[in-house]
């Protein structure tokens, strides 16, 4: 009996030596690259909770914008250096599928939208508004509608500040849902009027500093600089407001493609798409979070989310700018 009892103690030992080498070796530890075109405010407050959850899991984020990421990755197709992109509308991602690989995600089937094949997940649903500097105009110059933005005032007034599609992917969803509405004729006599800036950034900075008395704005950070008492004020036109939903994506040949997966699983949870919300005041792609408070319902917005390839926006963008001397 008492040969049989060590032999049983000998064998629970080594079974959870086992285990606990295993539960070790499942233990993650490493780095990750992260291409993403979002600002501190957005990436700051998830990254912390991600690296509380993944303490020795150093998250490395590269700014810049849409365009530039992706003709990044594009040169470093054969040799990648990013393992996630996250960022940019999901036809951007649709438009160069070639340089993401296929994973279904732990909360795809929670989202609003799913990628069938898989490549691009949603993160938040955002809408582009007019965004006005109450110090350059009186609430009666406000447009209105979209449409309003042609009228040559507005060139007299300062301009209107456009994002270059060709750098912004928030100026390709602009652009192109614009001309959704209205066609290329009328994007034309909008960029007469516009001030085209190298990138969305330098778009949001030039109405808030009242370089231009107005121009479009993400309305997460519309809202927020809103409620800080900020000179601007965002205007949901009547007609027209341009829409994304965001997405990320795992990146082809990720060099560490299971750390990946985990950021990307992380991106889709819940605790995410409330920070999301509550913090960085953007709409979750999650069925199952509500809104930011102060925003208005999407089902009362005339909504025109992009149309075309980025290629085939980005073209005929550039071809206005040549016939506009620009």
Same mark, same amino acid.
């Given at each position: 009996?008492?040969?049989?009892?060590?032999?049983?103690?000998?064998?629970?030992?080594?079974?959870?030596?086992?285990?606990?080498?295993?539960?070790?070796?499942? %233990?993650?530890? @490493?780095? =990750?690259?992260?291409?993403? +075109?979002?600002?501190?405010?957005?990436?700051?407050? &998830? *990254? /912390?909770?991600?690296?509380?959850?993944?303490?020795?899991?150093?998250v490395e984020?590269?700014?810049?914008?849409?365009?530039?990421?992706?003709?990044?990755?594009?040169?470093?197709?054969?040799?990648?250096?990013?393992?996630?992109?996250?960022?940019?509308?999901?036809?951007?991602?649709?438009?160069?599928?070639?340089?993401?690989?296929?994973?279904?995600?732990?909360?795809?089937?929670?989202?609003?939208?799913?990628?069938p094949n898989?490549?691009?997940?949603?993160?938040?649903?955002?809408?582009?508004?007019?965004?006005?500097?109450?110090?350059?105009?009186?609430?009666?110059?406000?447009?209105?509608?979209?449409?309003?933005?042609?009228?040559?005032?507005? %060139?007299?007034? @300062?301009? =209107?500040?456009?994002?270059? +599609?060709?750098?912004?992917?928030?100026?390709?969803? &602009? *652009? /192109?849902?614009?001309?959704?509405?209205?066609?290329?004729?009328?994007?034309?006599?909008?960029?007469?009027?516009?001030?085209?800036?190298?990138?969305?950034?330098?778009?949001?900075?030039?109405?808030?500093?009242?370089?231009?008395?107005?121009?479009?704005?993400?309305?997460?950070?519309?809202?927020?600089?809103?409620?800080?008492?900020?000179?601007?004020?965002?205007?949901?036109?009547?007609?027209?407001?341009?829409?994304?939903?965001?997405?990320?994506?795992?990146?082809?040949?990720?060099?560490?493609?299971?750390?990946?997966?985990?950021f990307i699983?992380?991106?889709?949870?819940?605790?995410?798409?409330?920070?999301?919300?509550?913090?960085?005041?953007?709409?979750?792609?999650?069925?199952?979070?509500?809104?930011?408070?102060?925003?208005?319902?999407?089902?009362?917005?005339?909504?025109?989310?992009?149309?075309?390839?980025?290629?085939?926006?980005?073209?005929?963008?550039?071809?206005?700018?040549?016939?506009?001397?620009?």
């Amino acid at each position: 009996m008492k040969k049989i009892f060590l032999s049983l103690v000998l064998i629970c030992t080594v079974s959870l030596t086992g285990l606990f080498a295993a539960g070790q070796s499942e %233990k993650l530890s @490493g780095s =990750i690259t992260v291409y993403s +075109p979002h600002g501190a405010e957005i990436t700051g407050p &998830i *990254v /912390s909770l991600y690296n509380k959850k993944y303490p020795d899991v150093k998250v490395e984020l590269i700014k810049a914008g849409t365009g530039e990421l992706l003709s990044r990755l594009r040169a470093e197709k054969n040799n990648p250096a990013a393992d996630v992109m996250w960022g940019g509308s999901t036809i951007l991602f649709e438009s160069a599928a070639d340089l993401f690989a296929p994973y279904k995600a732990a909360n795809d089937k929670d989202m609003i939208k799913q990628d069938p094949n898989n490549k691009w997940h949603p993160f938040s649903i955002l809408c582009q508004p007019v965004l006005v500097n109450t110090s350059r105009l009186k609430p009666a110059e406000y447009q209105k509608t979209i449409k309003e933005l042609t009228d040559p005032v507005w %060139k007299k007034r @300062g301009g =209107i500040a456009l994002a270059d +599609p060709n750098k912004s992917g928030t100026g390709f969803t &602009i *652009v /192109s849902g614009i001309s959704n509405a209205y066609g290329w004729g009328f994007v034309k006599e909008l960029v007469k009027n516009s001030k085209v800036t190298p990138g969305s950034d330098a778009m949001f900075k030039a109405v808030l500093d009242g370089e231009v008395p107005a121009g479009f704005i993400n309305e997460d950070l519309g809202i927020k600089w809103e409620q800080a008492g900020q000179p601007v004020k965002m205007i949901y036109a009547s007609d027209v407001v341009t829409v994304q939903i965001d997405a990320y994506g795992l990146v082809k040949g990720a060099p560490h493609s299971k750390l990946g997966k985990t950021f990307i699983d992380f991106l889709g949870s819940k605790p995410v798409a409330e920070i999301a919300r509550n913090t960085i005041k953007r709409r979750s792609a999650r069925k199952d979070v509500s809104p930011p408070e102060g925003l208005p319902a999407l089902g009362d917005l005339k909504l025109y989310p992009e149309s075309e390839p980025r290629t085939v926006v980005t073209a005929k963008f550039n071809k206005i700018l040549k016939e506009l001397g620009r």
